[in-house]
């Protein structure tokens, strides 16, 4: 089975531009997660959707960041305009959420995207 | 103050010395706690989910534990293969389906 599928892996480009990370989800999750990685904050949650709707953005650090998803294998994590703290790993995450026993279905990571804002 | 307290940064092991990885937390109203191994380069990969103290979890060489306000990563006559980053997170009754993860625990195995 495809796992969480995440482009580009590498992408480096100049304060202030714009950059979008792409997300495609496990078939049949129905929850959907951004994280940031950095050697000093660890790995931290950006956003989460379930059934395509933000359920939580309280981790997205200001509003040049902005998430979507258009529909369930689909999502985007823009920065607009790009700044040189901004650089780090970004990870999607997706997973299928269930009631009552066994609700605690583990997140799967893709790769990540390693971004570098010159 | 950090919420997941993982020790400690950074563990280099002989091949075969067995020792055990610590995730403690200060939060309340636990409703998981998982355990992900990272490779350099590679997003997180799941091991354990843990639910209530008392429980335990085995895979291979690793064992996970789990008591009121910790967790432990137990990894017996470890082997090179074993080198990664360990992480924990914990799931709050209050939080949904967010994870709280810790900075993670360094693991080198060295032959």
């Known amino acids: 089975d495809a796992g969480v599928i995440q482009s580009p892996r590498h992408e480096v480009t100049e304060m202030g531009q714009e950059v979008t990370l792409r997300c495609k989800p496990i078939?049949?999750?129905?929850?959907l997660f951004w994280y940031r990685q950095t050697m000093m904050r660890g790995l931290e949650l950006l956003i989460y959707f379930n059934n395509n709707v933000p359920i939580d953005d309280s981790g997205m650090p200001e509003d040049r960041f902005s998430a979507k998803m258009p529909n369930a294998s689909f999502s985007t994590l823009k920065i607009q305009p790009s700044e040189p703290r901004d650089s780090a790993v970004y990870f999607c995450?997706?997973?299928?959420?269930?009631?009552?026993?066994?609700?605690?279905?583990?997140?799967?990571f893709g790769d990540g995207t390693r971004l570098s804002i010159l | 103050e950090d919420q997941v307290t993982q020790s400690p940064e950074a563990l280099r092991l002989q091949e075969g010395e067995s020792s055990s990885l610590n995730c403690s937390y200060t939060v309340s109203g636990l409703r998981g706690l998982f355990w992900y191994r990272q490779d350099p380069g590679k997003g997180p990969e799941f091991l354990f989910t843990l639910y209530s103290a008392g429980e335990e979890k085995e895979k291979e060489r690793l064992k996970a534990t789990l008591t009121k306000k910790e967790s432990f990563l137990h990894i017996t006559a470890p082997k090179p293969a074993d080198s990664a980053t360990y992480l924990c997170a914990v799931r709050l009754v209050d939080s949904g389906y967010a994870l709280n993860f810790g900075k993670g625990t360094s693991l080198l195995v060295t032959p």
């Open positions: 995450a997706s997973t299928k959420g269930l009631r009552g026993v066994g609700s605690n279905q583990p997140q799967h």
């Open positions: 078939s049949g999750h129905d929850y």
